[in-house]
């Protein structure tokens, strides 16, 4: 089992408060992200957790048992850190199996674990060679073996991808979800990338300044986010914001609408009208940042290809059932 409950915890460092009364229900062999800007206070969260930071005030239970008084090591958790941290001068069997060996596993039981963690990461032809001699994402894969083996309640991943190449990134992440499911062990995973949260998680915790903004499935924050923060920072390019009478005129103080959600006619009569300043043109998408006048530089998303260059005159028409309207305070308006 690895369910595990944040009830009101902080931490604070001096008169500096970082995590400012978190409260979670992490379901047993669910994919959990915490997500948000640097600093917001993601990786101390994690680390509470793992018992590696003492917590302030609050309670962190694991299956209903409160651990802020449990060592690290008593918690059943594995911990998967940014740097691979693997001996040099240890094979790959011997680095996957080291925590095995601390905690007196006999051999035959060490072999069987580590052969089936080899197996199941696609490690079984480097298992006699160092850590030199393998790639990044292999490396990456011993370190996640290395806390497989361990069968923990839950796994602990702080940024593994981010050292790694973008094409990479993508192949392990891939690999990461894939293993997950497979396994079934409760996840908890951190992030900056807010693209990983959408693609791995069942649920992802938006951090803000040391607070949960919002927490649920990535369509819920996609679709409903709570605040003007968390539909800022989900959704990639970002959605755009617009003050003024516009927003007036929709009974909000602002509103959002993502690139996606704006329609591009050129030389419309309708919507928001303005000029391209710059055009992005990949072939399975285009993307343009538009010089909307009042409304600032607005960026639409249309699929395929667009045949618009700087300099041409578009109208930008949102989607009425999908513009999100957001209070004097930065909260949703819900309709």
Not at 26 to 42: E, N
Not at 81 to 101: D, E, T, W
Not at 289 to 314: C, F, M, N, S, W
């Amino acid at each position: 089992m690895g369910q595990i409950t944040l009830q009101g915890v902080q931490k604070s460092f001096g008169p500096v408060h970082i995590i400012k009364g978190a409260d979670l229900e992490i379901a047993d062999g669910s994919f959990v992200v915490f997500v948000g800007p640097s600093g917001c206070g993601k990786t101390t969260l994690l680390r509470l957790i793992a018992g590696l930071e003492d917590v302030t005030g609050g309670a962190i239970l694991i299956d209903g048992r409160n651990v802020v008084d449990v060592p690290p090591a008593k918690r059943g958790l594995s911990m998967v850190f940014q740097s691979y941290a693997l001996y040099p001068h240890m094979s790959v069997r011997g680095n996957i199996a080291f925590g095995l060996k601390m905690a007196g596993v006999t051999r035959d039981e060490i072999n069987r674990k580590v052969e089936a963690a080899a197996a199941t990461l696609n490690l079984t032809p480097y298992l006699e060679r160092k850590p030199r001699e393998l790639s990044g994402g292999q490396r990456q894969r011993v370190a996640i073996g290395r806390a497989i083996v361990r069968e923990p309640k839950a796994f602990l991943f702080d940024e593994p991808l981010s050292n790694l190449d973008a094409a990479l990134r993508v192949q392990m992440r891939l690999e990461v979800t894939r293993l997950q499911k497979q396994l079934g062990t409760t996840a908890i995973y951190v992030t900056h990338d807010q693209v990983e949260a959408m693609t791995m998680a069942d649920k992802i915790a938006v951090l803000n300044g040391g607070k949960i903004e919002q927490y649920g499935s990535p369509l819920e924050l996609y679709e409903k986010p709570a605040n003007l923060f968390v539909a800022g920072f989900i959704g990639s390019p970002k959605m755009n914001f617009v003050t003024g009478e516009l927003a007036k005129q929709q009974g909000a103080t602002t509103i959002g609408v993502r690139p996606e959600h704006l329609k591009v006619e050129r030389n419309g009569q309708g919507g928001w009208h303005g000029t391209v300043s710059v055009a992005e043109h990949l072939g399975s998408d285009t993307f343009l940042y538009v010089d909307a006048g009042p409304q600032g530089v607005l960026t639409a998303r249309y699929i395929g290809e667009l045949d618009l260059h700087p300099g041409d005159k578009v109208s930008l028409i949102p989607e009425p059932a999908r513009i999100h309207r957001f209070d004097d305070s930065g909260k949703s308006i819900r309709a």
